[in-house]
């Protein structure tokens, strides 16, 4: 997909941070027409400093690539993750940060997805959107970008970046993108972090929480540029068939399961059901156990409705949330396509703080 490039004018003095914007698509990217039928219409990002003259006060050095063709969050997909992805590997040693622009419904997949691909990261990928669009009076979109980058140019007294990590900015909040989970479609607050602190709180001030954040990488910097989508997530419910189980289970591409559970990690005991998984084990289909809580954790050992799906070789996905828990299943199929065992483990693993160890 084509993305044309703007670079605003800026006051900013030799050696300031350097921000790339990267706009998917989304509300915070559409502006509303003036005249007798008031509509969105995709935003002029050439005529960013006009919208938001708050801009002219930073201190930054501003790059916009802003897809030609938006496009809605609800049609986000695996191949526009790893574009993204792409976009930021091309760009990663002209930056010093970088803020995506994107659709609130599938934000919280999409900088899950990202945090995945992008292994070793060294800079800042803040996520933000809004609920309501530019020139609209009660807007959130002028705070949500201009606080975004404001965390993005953030740097330590020797200069480097404060955030080295994926992470959704939101209604005064930065969150960890791969624990982040939409809650909300008609407030401002719309995101939650119910199994991991807040990074970062907007108030008067940024309240950095150093401690929260993830330490600065030790490896090289490097972009995937593989997912496996061939996965499905079972939402469990009282009085779930036997035909309803068997028509996910049974796919004959399927290769990983998200399996909502209940409470700590339970499921029914029912014969029928435990040998479906077992028989979708077996053939080397990876599942992995997620609460429908938005809190705590998955225990397969706390009650017997979760033993028998540890000994059926459910894996246990501890705090990870749905979202995190789909995006990591394709990464790690993509990273291993044939060795089952290899992927089992690595599935268990943290990876890039989706779980609490």
């Known amino acids: ?27 915070i990217g559409m502006a509303v027409t003036r005249g007798e039928d008031e509509h969105l219409v995709p935003f002029d990002f050439s005529r960013l400093l006009k919208h938001i003259p708050e801009l002219h006060l930073f201190r930054v050095r501003l790059t916009v690539l802003s897809r030609e063709v938006p496009i809605d969050s609800s049609d986000i997909t695996p191949a526009d993750w790893i574009e993204v992805a792409d976009l930021i590997g091309r760009h990663y040693d002209r930056y010093d940060g970088f803020v995506v622009l994107h659709g609130t419904d599938t934000m919280a997949h999409s900088a899950s997805a990202l945090s995945f691909l992008l292994e070793n990261l060294g800079k800042p990928v803040i996520f933000t959107g809004a609920q309501v669009p530019v020139g609209r009076v009660r807007t959130d979109a002028r705070e949500n970008l201009l606080s975004a980058l404001e965390i993005a140019a953030l740097r330590h007294p020797d200069g480097r970046p404060v955030v080295t990590e994926v992470a959704v900015f939101f209604h005064r909040q930065l969150l960890r993108g791969n624990r982040s989970k939409k809650v909300e479609s008609n407030f401002f607050d719309a995101f939650k972090s119910e199994n991991y602190p807040v990074l970062v709180r907007a108030g008067v001030a940024l309240d950095i929480h150093y401690a929260e954040l993830f330490a600065p990488p030790t490896g090289p910097f490097r972009v995937h540029a593989a997912l496996d989508a061939r996965v499905a997530v079972l939402k469990l419910f009282p ?3 036997e035909a309803v189980v068997r028509a996910v289970l049974d796919l004959p591409e399927l290769r990983g399961v998200v399996l909502e559970t209940y409470g700590s990690g339970n499921a029914p005991s029912a014969g029928w059901f435990l040998a479906a998984l077992r028989r979708t084990v077996a053939r080397g289909v990876l599942v992995l156990n997620v609460s429908q809580c938005d809190e705590g954790t998955v225990d397969q050992s706390r009650y017997a409705t979760g033993v028998g799906l540890a000994a059926a070789g459910v894996i246990g996905g501890d705090d990870i949330t749905t979202e995190a828990a789909v995006a990591k299943l394709m990464f790690v199929l993509a990273q291993h396509p044939t060795d089952v065992a290899a ?14 160890t």
Request: glycine share 12%; charged share 10%.
């Open 343 to 356: 992927a089992r483990t690595l599935l268990t693993h943290n990876l890039r703080g989706e779980i609490t």
């Open 1 to 27: 997909m084509q993305y044309s490039q703007i670079d605003l004018d800026s006051a900013a003095p030799p050696g300031a941070p350097s921000l790339l914007l990267i706009y998917t698509g989304g509300t």
């Open 239 to 241: 009085g779930i068939s």
